[in-house]
C-alpha cells in the first residue's frame, strides 16, 4: 500500500486509467468481431459501408493510446484485405 499523497493519488489515477482502457478495448474488440461476423456471414454490403466506421474506431483506439499505430495499421490493411478476398470470391 501506498504512503506519500502523489502515490495515493497515482493509484486513483491509474486506476481510472485502466478501467477506461478496458473499457475502450473491449469495445475495440466487439466492433472487430462483428465486422468479421459480417464478412463470414456473406452480408458484403454491410461490410463495405461498415468498413470506414471499423478505421475511425482503430484510430480512435491509437491516440487514445489503446493500440500502437503499426498494430492499428495491420489491424486495418488485413480486414480490407479479407473485405477484398470475400468480395472476389
Do not use: C
Amino acid at each position: 500500500m501506498a504512503n506519500h499523497k502523489s502515490a495515493l493519488k497515482r493509484m486513483r489515477q491509474n486506476e481510472k486509467r485502466n478501467t477506461r482502457n478496458r473499457a475502450l478495448r473491449s469495445s475495440l474488440r466487439t466492433a472487430i468481431k462483428k465486422y468479421r461476423a459480417l464478412l463470414e456471414g456473406k452480408e458484403l454490403e454491410t461490410a463495405a459501408a461498415d468498413f470506414p466506421k471499423i478505421q475511425k474506431v482503430l484510430d480512435k483506439a491509437v491516440t487514445k493510446g489503446i493500440l500502437h499505430p503499426s498494430n492499428a495499421a495491420r489491424k486495418k490493411s488485413r480486414l480490407a484485405a479479407a473485405l477484398r478476398r470475400a468480395q472476389a470470391a
